[in-house]
T-cell receptor
Framework: GQNIDQPTEMTATEGAIVQINCTYQTSGFNGLFWYQQHAGEAPTFLSYNVLDGLEEKGRFSSFLSRSKGYSYLLLKELQMKDSASYLCAGADSNYQLIWGAGTKLIIKP | IAGITQAPTSQILAAGRRMTLRCTQDMRHNAMYWYRQDLGLGLRLIHYSNTAGTTGKGEVPDGYSVSRANTDDFPLTLASAVPSQTSVYFC?????????????FGPGTRLTVL
């Protein structure tokens, strides 16, 4: 079957660094997406990885290991506005996205 | 219009009633999608459309139907609503169905079926 696993909730301190992990099993693999979703709002795109390694985009970085079926999202210099849910999604052989339940990130001052 | 719009924003519906959720995009995207989001679960694909005139079933299509008469509009219809269809519904679009094509989401419709 297809499955995406990520922690339900994490807490971090403003200004710190946090890493949100995601493991995936998909029928075929066409990349791994990360989205951000603030409470009551729509998901918005953060990153896409299809090759192994780290992709850096400002304060956010995303890593992929295809051999391990593993990805993480790294958030640096945390700000209060980063409090949100972070959704991991794998693209299967038909390019359909299989979504994790999301990780709720709570930032404390 | 900028991006994707959905209507209504929220709705309370009696079980057994018919309901159409509307979705319109102005980005000339070929692919469109309908998801439902329930607490503790990931987004689940209901139906999708690769291009105007074609539709396909997602993971949870039962009880829902869609049409894609043109590029911009992708309505979702619940023929006879049931309480298990209480959820937040998101419409999304992408340039095409393909590897790196990010999906853009509408603001969602919160539907309660009593």
């Amino acid at each position: 079957g297809q499955n995406i696993d990520q922690p339900t909730e994490m807490t971090a301190t403003e200004g710190a660094i946090v890493q949100i992990n995601c493991t995936y099993q998909t029928s075929g693999f066409n990349g791994l997406f990360w989205y951000q979703q603030h409470a009551g709002e729509a998901p918005t795109f953060l990153s896409y990885n299809v090759l192994d390694g780290l992709e850096e985009k400002g304060r956010f970085s995303s890593f992929l290991s295809r051999s391990k079926g593993y990805s993480y999202l790294l958030l640096k210099e945390l700000q209060m506005k980063d409090s949100a849910s972070y959704l991991c999604a794998g693209a299967d052989s038909n390019y359909q996205l299989i979504w994790g339940a999301g990780t709720k990130l709570i930032i404390k001052p | 219009i900028a991006g994707i719009t959905q209507a209504p924003t929220s709705q309370i519906l009696a079980a057994g009633r018919r309901m159409t959720l509307r979705c319109t995009q102005d980005m000339r995207h070929n692919a469109m999608y309908w998801y439902r989001q329930d607490l503790g679960l990931g987004l689940r694909l209901i139906h999708y459309s690769n291009t105007a005139g074609t539709t396909g079933k997602g993971e949870v299509p039962d009880g829902y139907s869609v049409s894609r008469a043109n590029t911009d509009d992708f309505p979702l219809t619940l023929a006879s609503a049931v309480p298990s269809q209480t959820s937040v519904y998101f419409c999304a679009s992408s340039d095409s169905i393909g590897s790196s094509n990010e999906q853009f989401f509408g603001p969602g419709t919160r539907l309660t079926v009593l």
